[in-house]
Each structure stands twice: as C-alpha cells, then as structure tokens.
C-alpha cells in the first residue's frame, strides 16, 4: 500500500528565514504526491501537487516543493516565511485499489508550522 | 460556489445516542469519502464511497455506517457512539480527475464529543 511519512512533529521558524517541512514517500509505481495545508477550525486546503515534470513544484502562497525520486522525499519549502504560514500541513499520497479502480488519497500524520514574529 | 457542506459544526453527546453527521457536495462528484483526524495519528479514513449504492470500508470503520442513496449526500452514521470516537471528522469529495489535479474537497469538519 502507499504511504507518507512526516517525521516532525512541529517544525519552528523565524518570519523571514526560510522553511522546509519534510515528508518521505512509499509507493509502488510512479507516485502522485499532495500537500495540503489545515487551519484552525478549517478544513484541509490544497496547495500543491507533484505527478510527473519537473521535479520542483510551485504551489498557492509562495510555497514550493521538491520531488526527489532517490531519497523518495517530497519536502514542502518557502524561501520566506510569514506569521499567517502557521498551520497543520499534511502530506498525501494517490492510492489505487487495483480490483476496483477507486482512488484515495492517504495522509501522513501532519506537521505544525509556527513562524515567530 | 463549489463546496462540500457538513453539519452540524459542533456536536456534544452521550455514550449509545444514535446520532447522524449530514454530508453533501454540489460538485457533481462521484467519489464521496469520511475522514476522521485525531492528534498524532493524521487523518484516517472510515469509509468512502464511488458512486450511488457503492461503499466500502476505510482504514477505520468499527462502529460507523453510512449510505449512498443520492450522488450529492454521504450520511455518517453512529448507531451507538462511545468516548473513543470523540474526534474531528471531515467528509471529502472528488472525481477521478479533480483527484489527479488537486486532490479531495473537504469540508469545513464536525467535532464530535462523546461523554
């Protein structure tokens, strides 16, 4: 089965330093790959998505990510965080069950952004 | 505006009390799907749904039931709810190729407390 992995639980930055959450990807097959991003009292909004080309993705908010196939990461990156960043921010990957065709995404367990005035 | 509507927001209850989360979408979506978020575990999904009539089970589906009767609503049933599935639940709809663009739509969740 697919699955993501977000090693931390939280990550802490400075407003104006850069940021990079990380998430690790398992997949058989060619990977699509999401992030989205969670605040309070919201549901999950998409930011961005990796499924083939290049393998630096340019999302909503000035956020990006890198696809590295070698290392299976697909780490989340801003070159200049803001204090509005802080959030939940949840990896996921594309999942299809071969009998049926129905695909699903599967998240990993999400990281906690706080940027810091 | 295209959205995935749940109620209620907020819902306070006591152990056994059947209890009903509403969930519908006006996207038109054939994939219809119940998430539930607790700390340290992400999201998990209780189940889902292809089409009209077409269910399976999750990754979590002790103690929930739901049905598809119409393309545009996914009811999650509790039919004896228990502490242990006080939690935030999150319905989310797509298609087979609003998945491979963006992904679900999600709901704005339901936080549901069980004393």
């Known amino acids: 089965a697919q699955s993501v992995a977000q090693p931390e639980d939280q990550v802490n930055v400075a407003e104006g330093n850069p940021l990079t959450v990380k998430c690790t990807y398992s997949?058989?097959?060619?990977?699509?790959l999401f992030w989205y991003v969670q605040y309070p009292n919201r549901g999950l909004q998409f930011l961005l998505k990796y499924i083939t080309g290049d393998n630096l993705v340019k999302g909503s908010y000035g956020f990006e990510a890198e696809f590295n196939k070698s290392q299976t990461s697909f780490h989340l990156k801003k070159p200049s965080a803001l204090v509005s960043d802080s959030a939940l921010y949840f990896c996921a990957v594309r999942d299809m069950k071969r009998n049926t065709g129905f695909q699903k995404l599967v998240f990993g367990t999400g990281t906690r952004l706080l940027v810091s005035p | 505006e295209a959205q995935v509507t749940q109620n209620p927001r907020y819902l306070i209850t006591v152990t056994g009390k059947k209890l009903t989360v509403t969930c519908s979408q006006n996207m038109n979506h054939e994939y219809m799907s119940w998430y539930r978020q607790d700390p340290g575990l992400g999201l998990r999904q209780i189940y889902y749904?292809?089409?009209?009539?077409?269910?399976d089970k999750g990754d979590v589906p002790e103690g929930y039931k739901v049905s598809r009767k119409e393309k545009r609503n996914f009811p999650l049933i509790l039919e004896s709810p228990s502490p242990n599935q006080t939690s935030l639940y999150f319905c989310?709809?797509?298609?087979?190729?609003?998945?491979?663009?963006?992904?679900?739509?999600f709901g704005s969740g339901t936080r549901l407390t069980v004393v």
């Open positions: 997949v058989s097959g060619n990977p699509y």
């Open positions: 989310a709809s797509s298609s087979g190729k609003a998945l491979t663009n963006y992904g679900y739509t």
């Open positions: 749904s292809m089409n009209v009539e077409v269910t």
